[in-house]
C-alpha cells in the first residue's frame, strides 16, 4: 500500500516535472523547393541577397552541416514528416501528380505529434505526398490528404508547380472549381482534344521545356501529365507566391493565441520558374534568382506576421530546403547563361539529384529569440531528426513503433550542444555514409553525370571515400588509400540499412 502510493507520488511528480519542462512555443517551418547551400546570403553568397532569410539567422542559429534526408523532394519530405528513412519505403521516390498518399493516416507524424501537444497546424504550398487511396476524383472530395496525416489547415498544389493538376487544394476540395468543367488527369495516354506543348508549340507563349515538361499547357507553359478541364480552377504562376503566402499570413493571424505549427512550403525556386512580375529581372540573375528573391520575400512576409502580432519571441523558426540546387531542370529560363559568378552550392560538389554534398546538405537556420544561442554552428544535423526534437521540445513521448530514423537533437539545435548526430545518410540514387569528416559514397552503376541537368551525380562503381574537412569539394577519392575506413563506414552504413531503424 505504502510502496503503491510512493510509486504514485513519483510518478505524479515525474509528469509534473515533465508538464513544466515541456514549452509550446509557435514553430515556422519555412521549406523551399531546391534552394541551395550557396543560395541564401547569410551562407556567405556575394552574388545573391535574401535579407530575409538572414534575419532569420541574425536571430538565430545557422548550421553549415545540416542535411535534408534525399536529393529529390518527395522522399526528403516523406522523412521530415514521418521520422522514416524514406529509402526504407518502396514508392517514395517523385511522385506523379494523381499518386497516392504515401502516408499511412493515424501514423504518428511531425504535424500529429504536435496536434496531440495542442498545437494547431497548417500546410501551405507544396505538398508531393500524395493524395487519396484509389484514383482521384478531383471534382469530389479528395482524401485522405495532409488533413488526414495531422495537418488541421491545408492549402497546397498536390504536387509541383510543373505537374498537373495545375490547380489549388484547400482542405479536401479544389478551389475555384466550376462543377460543369470537371477535372480529368492522366498520366499515362494522352487525353484526346487536349493541345500539349509538344503539339502545340504555338501555345507555350511563357517558357519552353528544354527536356521533358511538353505535355499539357497552362498559362503558356507546358507541364508534365495531361489535365482537361477546371478551367476556372487553374492558377497562375505569377500570383502563387501572393496568394500562398497570404494563406500562411491568415493562419498565423486566426491561431495567435495559441500555439501553432506552420509548415510553408515554398515552391520558389523549382521549375517553372514564374516570379511575379516585380521580382523579375531583380536578382540580376534570370528567372532562378528572381525566384529566389521571391522565396525571400514571402519568409519577409511570415517574419513581419510574427512581429506585428508580437508573437516574435514565442516562435521557432526553421529555414531550410528539400534537396540541393539546379539550374536547367526542364525549362529554357536562362538559369544557366544569366548564372554570373554566383554559386548555387557555394562549395559543394553536385546539386539535387546527387549523393555529393549539394545533393543534400542545405541551408538550415534556426531562430527562437532569447533562447537559442544566435551564431554559426557546425553541429551535423538531419531534417528526420525535426520529429523527435520538437517531441522533446513539447513533452511528448513517441512509441517503439514511431519516427524510427528520427533522434533527439534538441540541444544541438538550440545550440546548448556543438555535438550533433555521429553520422548522416545522403540518399540519392543510392546512399553516402557521413561519419566526423569522412564521407562514404557506395559504388552505383548509374550515370556521373545527368546530361539532361548536368549535374554530378555521385555516381561510381568503385566506393568513394572523401575528407571534408581537407577536401569539402570532393575532388580527392581516397578509398584506395584507405581501405579500412572504407570497410568501416561501409559496414556502419550497412548496419543502419539492415537495422529497419535508427532509434533504439
Ligand atoms: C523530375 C523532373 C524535374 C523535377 C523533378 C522533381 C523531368 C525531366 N524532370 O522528374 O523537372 O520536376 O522531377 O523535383 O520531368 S522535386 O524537387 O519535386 O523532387
Ligand atoms: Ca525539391
Redo the contacts with the bound molecule.
Keep these: 500500500m505504502i510502496k503503491h502510493f510512493i510509486i504514485t507520488c513519483v510518478l505524479t511528480l515525474v509528469s509534473v516535472i515533465t508538464c513544466f519542462a515541456a514549452q509550446k512555443p509557435n514553430i515556422v517551418l519555412i521549406y523551399a523547393?531546391?534552394l541551395g547551400y550557396g543560395d541564401v546570403s547569410a551562407y556567405g553568397s556575394k552574388t545573391i541577397n535574401t535579407p530575409n532569410m538572414d534575419r532569420i539567422a541574425k536571430n538565430g542559429l545557422r548550421f553549415t552541416s545540416a542535411y535534408a534526408t534525399s536529393a529529390?523532394?518527395?522522399?526528403?519530405r516523406y522523412s521530415l514528416l514521418t521520422g522514416e528513412y524514406a529509402w526504407r519505403q518502396k514508392g517514395t521516390g517523385?511522385l506523379p501528380g494523381n499518386a497516392s498518399l504515401i502516408i499511412q493516416p493515424g501514423r504518428n507524424t511531425l504535424p500529429a505529434m504536435l496536434q496531440k501537444a495542442g498545437y494547431k497546424t497548417a500546410v501551405v504550398d507544396?505538398w508531393?505526398l500524395g493524395l487519396g487511396d484509389k484514383e482521384i476524383d478531383w471534382n469530389g472530395d479528395i482524401k485522405p490528404g495532409p488533413n488526414e496525416i495531422g495537418f488541421d489547415y491545408s492549402f497546397i498544389m498536390a504536387?509541383?508547380t510543373?505537374?498537373v493538376p495545375c490547380v489549388f487544394v484547400e482542405n479536401h476540395r479544389v478551389v475555384g472549381l466550376d462543377p460543369k468543367d470537371p477535372i480529368t488527369v492522366s498520366y499515362g495516354k494522352p487525353i484526346p482534344g487536349v493541345p500539349t506543348g509538344k503539339a502545340n508549340p504555338e501555345l507555350l507563349t511563357k517558357q519552353r521545356p528544354s527536356?521533358?515538361?511538353d505535355m499539357s499547357v497552362v498559362n503558356g507553359i507546358s507541364r508534365?501529365g495531361y489535365m482537361k478541364g477546371g478551367k476556372s480552377a487553374l492558377w497562375v504562376d505569377e500570383d502563387m507566391a501572393d496568394i500562398f503566402t497570404g494563406k500562411a499570413v491568415k493562419f498565423i493571424e486566426g491561431n495567435k493565441d495559441q500555439p501553432f505549427f506552420l509548415y510553408y512550403a515554398l515552391h520558389d525556386p523549382?521549375?517553372p520558374r514564374v516570379p511575379h512580375p516585380r521580382f523579375t529581372g531583380k536578382s540580376g540573375m534570370g528567372l532562378r534568382g528572381d525566384s529566389i528573391i521571391q522565396a525571400d520575400w514571402c519568409t519577409g512576409q511570415i517574419l513581419d506576421t510574427l512581429e506585428r502580432l508580437k508573437l516574435t519571441k514565442n516562435t521557432i523558426v526553421i529555414l531550410s530546403s528539400?534537396?540541393g540546387p539546379?539550374l536547367d531542370?526542364?525549362?529554357h529560363d536562362q538559369a544557366v547563361e544569366l548564372l554570373g559568378n554566383h554559386k548555387p552550392a557555394g562549395p559543394l560538389r553536385g546539386g539535387?539529384y546527387s549523393k555529393f554534398e549539394a545533393g543534400t546538405r542545405v541551408p538550415f537556420i534556426v531562430s527562437w529569440p532569447g533562447k537559442i544561442q544566435t551564431g554559426v554552428s557546425d553541429a551535423m544535423v538531419s531534417q528526420i531528426d525535426l520529429l523527435a526534437s520538437l517531441a522533446a521540445l513539447t513533452g511528448q513521448s513517441l512509441a517503439e513503433a514511431d519516427a524510427p530514423d528520427s533522434l533527439n537533437m534538441l540541444p544541438a539545435l538550440l545550440g546548448e550542444s556543438q555535438q550533433g548526430r555521429e553520422y548522416i545518410i545522403e540518399h540519392g540514387n543510392g546512399l553516402a555514409y557521413r561519419q566526423g569528416n569522412w564521407k562514404y559514397i557506395e559504388p552505383s552503376k548509374g550515370p556521373k553525370i545527368n546530361k539532361?541537368?548536368n549535374t554530378e551525380m555521385g555516381n561510381d562503381e568503385g566506393p568513394q571515400l572523401y575528407d571534408l574537412s581537407k577536401d569539402l569539394g570532393e575532388k580527392q577519392n581516397l578509398a584506395t588509400s584507405h581501405p579500412d575506413k572504407v570497410k568501416e563506414l561501409q559496414a556502419a552504413l550497412e548496419k543502419v540499412r539492415q537495422a529497419g531503424r535508427s532509434r533504439q
Excluded: M
Design positions: 523547393d531546391d529529390t523532394c518527395t522522399p526528403s517523385i507544396k508531393h504536387a509541383t510543373d505537374r527536356h521533358g515538361h508534365i523549382h521549375v528539400d534537396n539546379v531542370d526542364g525549362y539535387k539532361n541537368t
